[in-house]
């Protein structure tokens, strides 16, 4: 098996609604601190991000509401669905979201989960709340942009 087919990172869930309610400005990858039922569980695509969200406190950025389901072979060992999770980061890094989560009031969500190579990891997004009238704007241009791929597939 070579090196490069293992580090291909596969998409394993994709927080949707993230996108739709916030601006984006920056993102970043995350380690998480999974139990092994939630390694295979995740793995199997068994995870959801909708009610995801971030915590950034003093001793580190925490993974709150993600439902990773039970592992349906594992009998009494099995692990808590809904516990908070450490996000394993580097300290400047820490201290960046804590900074920007602070002064510039920006969010932190979680926009998708990779499996890359042997590791599971989490793409974090910083992000603005989007208001309406932008939101709005984003489904009109977005129509638009469908609009001429069509125009131009039928010419074309």
Do not use: F
């Amino acid at each position: 098996m070579s090196e490069k087919s293992s580090a291909t990172p596969r998409e394993l869930a994709r927080n949707r609604r993230a996108r739709h309610d916030l601006e984006i400005v920056e993102t970043m990858e995350a380690g998480i601190s999974l139990v092994g039922t939630e390694v295979k569980s995740v793995r199997a695509g068994r995870i959801s991000l909708d009610e995801a969200w971030i915590r950034v406190r003093a001793d580190g950025a925490w993974l709150e509401k993600a439902r990773i389901a039970e592992y349906e072979q594992a009998n009494r060992m099995n692990h808590d669905p809904l516990r908070p999770r450490r996000l394993l980061i580097h300290k400047r890094q820490h201290a960046h979201l804590l900074a920007q989560t602070k002064q510039q009031n920006l969010v932190t969500v979680p926009l998708r989960v990779l499996a890359i190579g042997r590791w599971i990891k989490l793409e974090i997004g910083l992000g603005k709340p989007k208001k309406l009238h932008d939101k709005r704007e984003t489904e009109k241009t977005r129509d638009a942009e469908r609009d001429i791929r069509r125009a131009t597939k039928r010419l074309g």
